[in-house]
């Protein structure tokens, strides 16, 4: 089953919200038309982390599914984000979101309990997690890969395995915190599923898809999508100086501004999440009519909404 081979932008889609804190359909809908005309564009990923798969209930997760396979061509695959803990709550989830319409599960890792994350450690635990849900689900599926600094990282080992031994599993979302971890990952898993860069949304993105990669995934791909997708199209070509002249001049200063560099410390601790920040954007560029995000995550602060304003200026991706 190592189809379908996905190479080139994977778009992830955010939640915009009424007054009520309910979903807004109608901007749904038009966010993911507008995302949809990504260059290269190789796939949706709906309930994502930056989606806020984590608040929605599980009826508004299949109802933003069904939505998503409604709007984007039938030639571009729809993935479902899968959140949970226990093996029959994941499985369950799987099973929804494939009737709901999706065509590949990326799912998070089920260790993300504190008594949990000992398994982490181990090769067994997640290879069998992963062995036992194809053999539930039978479909395609993405590991959501975490960068070890977060203590939840599967050893390349493990990927080596899963990737080589369970059929279902085609992608991978890839998290590093440094250039160094990505070179070992690309050089034990290349060529075994689609390798897709995201380097913790952090300004090493570049560097990793020099290495070598099947395309970017990140929530702030969201920012400025026209460029993201030259970006991404210039790497998988080859174009590496221009790559790196549209990334240092309009990508890096965006994640440089949501995540700053992993090692410092100087920058104030933030209050927005990543995906309220990323509303933001949204809604100063006219996509979304509010950045609000449901409880317990927090919105934006006024100095946060105006940094993101002045930032979208510099960039000149402000609508005239």
């Known amino acids: ?28 809908v038009n966010h993911l038309k507008e995302i949809s005309k990504a260059e290269r564009l190789c796939g949706v990923y709906v309930n994502a982390l930056v989606g806020e798969v984590f608040s929605l209930e599980p009826e508004e997760r299949r109802r933003l599914l069904a939505l998503a396979r409604q709007t984007i061509p039938q030639s571009i695959p729809v993935i479902s984000g899968v959140i949970g803990h226990r093996m029959s709550e994941i499985v369950q989830a799987a099973h929804e979101a494939k009737e709901a319409g999706a065509d590949i599960l990326e799912v998070m890792p089920p260790f993300d309990v504190l008594w949990l994350r000992r398994l982490m450690d181990t090769d067994d635990a997640p290879y069998q997690f992963f062995k036992e849900l194809a053999r ?37 979302k890839t998290s590093c915190g440094t250039c160094a971890d990505y070179y070992q990952v690309w050089n034990s898993l290349k060529g075994k599923l689609s390798i897709f860069v995201t380097g913790g949304d952090t300004v090493d993105m570049l560097g990793q898809m020099m290495i070598g990669s099947d395309g970017a995934q990140a929530g702030i791909m969201a920012m400025g999508r026209q460029n993201w ?64 995000v449901r409880a317990p995550d927090l919105d934006a602060t006024k100095e946060e909404r105006e940094g993101i304003r002045g930032l979208l200026k510099r960039l000149q991706l402000l609508p005239e």
């Open 1 to 28: 089953m190592k189809n379908p081979k996905l190479s080139g932008y994977l778009a992830s889609a955010l939640v915009p919200y009424d007054a009520k804190l309910g979903i807004n359909e109608r901007e749904y």
């Open 136 to 172: 539930e689900v039978n479909m395609p599926i993405s590991i959501f890969k975490y960068q070890a600094e977060r203590g939840l990282a599967y050893s390349n080992e493990t990927l080596v395995k899963i990737a080589e031994d369970i059929e279902q599993v085609v992608a991978m």
């Open 229 to 292: 997708s030259r970006f991404i199209s210039f790497s998988l070509d080859g174009k590496y100086t221009e790559a790196r002249n549209i990334y240092m001049e309009k990508l890096a200063p965006i994640a440089d501004h949501i995540f700053g560099a992993p090692l410092r410390t100087s920058r104030p601790r933030r209050t927005g999440s990543t995906t309220a920040l990323i509303k933001e954007a949204l809604v100063a560029m006219g996509m979304f009519s509010s950045a609000r």
